[in-house]
Nanobody, 127 residues
Framework: QVQLVESGGGLVQDGGSLRLSCAAS????????MGWFRQAPGKEREFVAA????????YYADSVKGRFAISRDTAKNTVYVQMNSLKPEDTAVYYC????????????????????WGQGTQVTVSS
């Protein structure tokens, strides 16, 4: 059974940085896509970024492009998202998600496509 455990959330000031980690276990992930989503209070879940485990190919939401960087360490089975130039509107619970998939990025923007989810980690950006 795939398990995902996020860490690294916290409180940061406007313009600050955080790095979230997602430790994955329970499978070989070579054919997986790993994604980050977020959900702010009263809002729908939102795609943030994703990476194909085998190739390292990445995709970002327009709202974070140029500020966030997703990466993976295949030796540690861990996915990261480095978040720079954080804004108050980035405040949300951030979730790591995974799916065994070769689908196009357009399909993988929906959280419904993902089979496995972490418990979430809170990111709060103060103004």
């Amino acid at each position: 059974q795939v398990q995902l455990v996020e860490s690294g959330g916290g409180l940061v000031q406007d313009g600050g940085s955080l790095r979230l980690s997602c430790a994955a276990s329970g499978s070989t992930f070579s054919s997986f896509v790993m994604g980050w989503f977020r959900q702010a209070p009263g809002k729908e879940r939102e795609f943030v970024a994703a990476i194909r485990w085998s190739s390292g190919s990445t995709y970002y939401a327009d709202s974070v492009k140029g500020r966030f960087a997703i990466s993976r360490d295949t030796a540690k089975n861990t996915v990261y998202v480095q978040m720079n130039s954080l804004k108050p509107e980035d405040t949300a619970v951030y979730y790591c998600a995974a799916v065994r998939s070769l689908s196009r990025w357009s399909t993988l923007l929906s959280g419904d496509e993902y089979d496995y989810w972490g418990q979430g980690t809170q990111v709060t950006v103060s103004s």
